[in-house]
């Protein structure tokens, strides 16, 4: 097509660059995620999955959430007469983000669904996290919030039926006033955030109020996400040890509770979200679950919120993928598409063929998430698989996403292509809802508390016939007596039983060239860079099966 006189430039016409990838769907044209949607018991979410995915991948959504990264938050502690506020000023286009995720229910929707309530949300977060990263904190906490909510049944009754709105309301009132409210959650201090026995703040009793004993909060927050929230889960010291707290910035008088914003963190992503320094001085909350239990009670909220993770870090190698795969078809060099290039389109399979691992591993954690109620089983392996698919997804997210950045060349590196965010937000699920060491520190805990987990990893990871899973198996089961007894060879263990989940989930779910390709390259073969899959006709189908219509 030619040029329009007004875009023609007077020194060189621009060829060979590719046209920015157009709206696409992010489920119906993701085969790996209609499959694994299938599998997990929600089906029943289908219709509402296709119409996200249809919304999400639309062309706009991208231009807004790169409108609400590049434009970021700014903190208004005092306002122009000196009064303190602590307000964060957000660009408009994270506000209509806000309001298309909360109202599509990503926060809501495992609480509301018929039935596969964690998958189908999984898979919502999937789709949605591919367009935008920066909303999915608050939406993540505000999901995970209403299992520790529910400790406290009366507040929990008042609040959900606010929380589970699907919409936005970003005014700063009491949430009685509101139509929707999100919920934050406060716990890492100066001193400490992985170990929480740390905290500081203290909290003092101040009689009754609407819902039981009252406490006043004193102390800081060193991370504090998304203060414009309504209300924050938290951590103070009573007499009798860590306690959970619940706490409203606006009260029911219509005054303010003391929650004072210090600064904002200056950070090297997710820089839509803004993430907070804070102090409490004499800050009303309310206990939530018994006093003295407060790490056991959040954790509960952290299970989900670390399930969170790892689908988020699936979907941010996903959307690199997509944008690869779209790039090296168009890209030309030395006489061919990039993508036909034999080197090329081995680091995109074996890229691609991880993705859907990881995409597999997530989706079976979220499903036995939901199963755990009424199957001891997969109580256990909800119990495991989630943290497993934390630390393994979220470890793998940085060295994939620079591989995929690295396939556009130079243009990978500069800010207005998609792949310098999501290589600068790679890294983060990493870190917060408990870093890498912490989480494995986590799955040894699991093991030596709940010995009946192992037999219920076997029956998930063998599968009748396949010798090289019997192999893996009983390599980890050695690994598994090992670290039961020492933690420090805890990193192996659960390398090796990712890659064991992973394998065992492709063999029984994917086409035979993703499964084969993933026993080569992870297993058989193991390679340190992306790309050394030996050249044969599957490669191509591997690539075709990931791009995302
Ligand atoms: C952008 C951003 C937003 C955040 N938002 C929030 C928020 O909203 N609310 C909130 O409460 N927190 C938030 N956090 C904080 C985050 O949860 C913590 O940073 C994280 O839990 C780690 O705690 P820490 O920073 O104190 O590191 P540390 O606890 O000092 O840990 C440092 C390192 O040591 C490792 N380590 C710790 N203990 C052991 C051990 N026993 N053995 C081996 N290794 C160990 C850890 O894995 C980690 O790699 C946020 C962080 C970031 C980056």
């Not at 502690?77 to 303190?84: L, M, Q, T, V």
């Not at 819902?211 to 996400?225: A, D, I, N, Q, R």
């Amino acid at each position: 097509m030619r040029e329009s006189a007004a875009r023609v430039l007077p020194t060189h016409e621009v060829t060979n660059q590719p046209p920015p990838l157009p709206s696409i769907d992010l489920f119906e044209g993701d085969i790996a995620l209609v499959e694994a949607v299938r599998r997990s018991g929600a089906e029943s979410a289908e219709p509402h999955l296709k119409r996200s995915g249809k919304h999400a991948g639309d062309e706009r959504v991208q231009d807004i959430a790169r409108l609400a990264h590049r434009y970021q938050p700014e903190l208004h502690a005092f306002d122009r007469f000196g009064h303190r506020q602590d307000a964060v000023e957000f660009h408009p286009a994270y506000h209509e983000l806000m309001q298309l995720v909360f109202g599509d229910g990503v926060h809501s929707l495992a609480w509301t669904a018929r039935e596969g309530g964690h998958a189908a949300r999984t898979a919502l977060s999937y789709i949605w996290n591919q367009a935008d990263q920066g909303v999915n904190c608050p939406a993540s906490m505000t999901y995970g919030a209403v299992k520790a909510l529910r400790n406290h049944p009366p507040l929990s009754a008042a609040l959900e039926p606010k929380i589970l709105a699907n919409a936005y309301d970003p005014r700063p009132i009491h949430f009685r006033d509101k139509s929707a409210i999100t919920i934050g959650m406060a716990m890492t201090e100066k001193q400490g955030g992985s170990d929480l026995r740390a905290t500081a703040t203290v909290a003092v009793p101040a009689g009754d109020g609407e819902f039981g004993p009252e406490y006043l909060l004193t102390g800081h927050k060193w991370f504090c996400s998304a203060p414009m929230s309504d209300g924050f889960l938290t951590l103070a010291r009573t007499e009798k040890g860590v306690t959970c707290f619940f706490l409203l910035r606006s009260l029911a008088d219509g005054t303010r509770n003391p929650f004072f914003i210090q600064r904002l963190k200056d950070k090297l992503g997710n820089r839509s979200n803004a993430s907070s320094e804070i102090e409490y001085a004499d800050t009303r909350a309310i206990q939530i679950g018994d006093e003295g239990r407060g790490i056991p009670t959040l954790i509960e909220m952290a299970h989900l919120t670390r399930l969170e993770t790892a689908i988020s870090s699936a979907a941010i190698i996903r959307r690199a993928l997509t944008e690869a795969i779209h790039h090296t078809r168009y890209r030309r060099t030395f006489q061919r598409a990039l993508v036909d290039q034999p080197i090329m389109q081995s680091v995109l399979a074996d890229v691609a063929t991880e993705s859907e691992a990881h995409l597999a591993l997530t989706m079976r954690a979220a499903q036995a998430q939901d199963l755990a109620a009424t199957d001891s089983t997969e109580a256990l392996l909800s119990r495991f698989l989630v943290p497993l698919a934390k630390f393994w997804v979220c470890k793998r997210t940085p060295p994939l996403v620079a591989e995929l950045l690295e396939c556009f060349g130079g243009n990978g590196y500069v800010e207005e292509g998609l792949l310098a965010r999501l290589y600068r937000e790679a890294p983060l699920n990493g870190i917060w809802e408990g870093s890498g060491n912490v989480i494995c520190l986590d799955l040894v805990r699991v093991l030596r508390r709940e010995p009946q987990v192992r037999d219920a990893l076997r029956g998930e990871i063998r599968v009748p016939g396949s010798a090289t899973l019997n192999a893996l198996w009983s390599e980890i089961d050695g690994l598994i007596d090992q670290v039961v007894a020492d933690e420090q060879g805890a990193r192996w263990l659960v390398e090796r039983t990712a890659i064991a989940v992973q394998y065992s989930l492709l063999l029984r779910h994917a086409p035979d060239f993703v499964s084969d390709s993933f026993r080569a390259s992870k297993i058989d073969r193991p390679h340190l860079t992306m790309g050394s899959l030996k050249a044969d006709a599957a490669l191509r189908r591997i690539v075709e099966r990931a791009a995302v219509s």
